[in-house]
Nanobody, 121 residues
Framework: QVQLVESGGGLVQAGGSLRLSCAAS????????MAWYRQAPGKQRDLVAT???????NYKDSVKGRFTISRDNAKNTVYLQMNSLKPEDTAVYYC???????????????WGQGTQVTVSS
């Protein structure tokens, strides 16, 4: 009923930039929090940044000042602008969204398929 489709990953040199996008589609009534996570090989999935429906944002300490999360609520899309990338930012990046569906009760968390970000030194 709901799909989150990510795009924008790739290979970039250290110091470079990438912009990730994640668009939600389906029988969506409303979206509360949207977020980006990342998972490096052999490590747990970590929260990178969150954005609430009213525009409040929060960031993992190691990305503050370099990454910016934003939302286009009319398009049900969340973005992650990543600047000054470092090799330690290399990971699979996942978006998530807390969604209430049309004609349902309750909010459920949906995930994107993941997009690879590789930062070379």
């Amino acid at each position: 009923q709901v799909q989150l489709v990510e795009s924008g990953g790739g290979l970039v040199q250290a110091g470079g930039s990438l912009r990730l996008s994640c668009a939600a589609s389906g029988n969506i009534r409303s979206i509360n929090n949207m977020a980006w996570y990342r998972q490096a090989p052999g490590k747990q999935r970590d929260l990178v940044a969150t954005a609430t429906s009213d525009g409040s944002t929060n960031y993992k300490d190691s990305v503050k000042g370099r990454f910016t999360i934003s939302r286009d609520n009319a398009k049900n899309t969340v973005y992650l602008q990543m600047n000054s990338l470092k090799p330690e930012d290399t990971a699979v990046y996942y978006c998530s969204a807390d969604i209430r569906l049309i004609a349902t009760i309750g909010t459920y968390t949906y995930w994107g398929q993941g997009t690879q970000v590789t930062v070379s030194s």
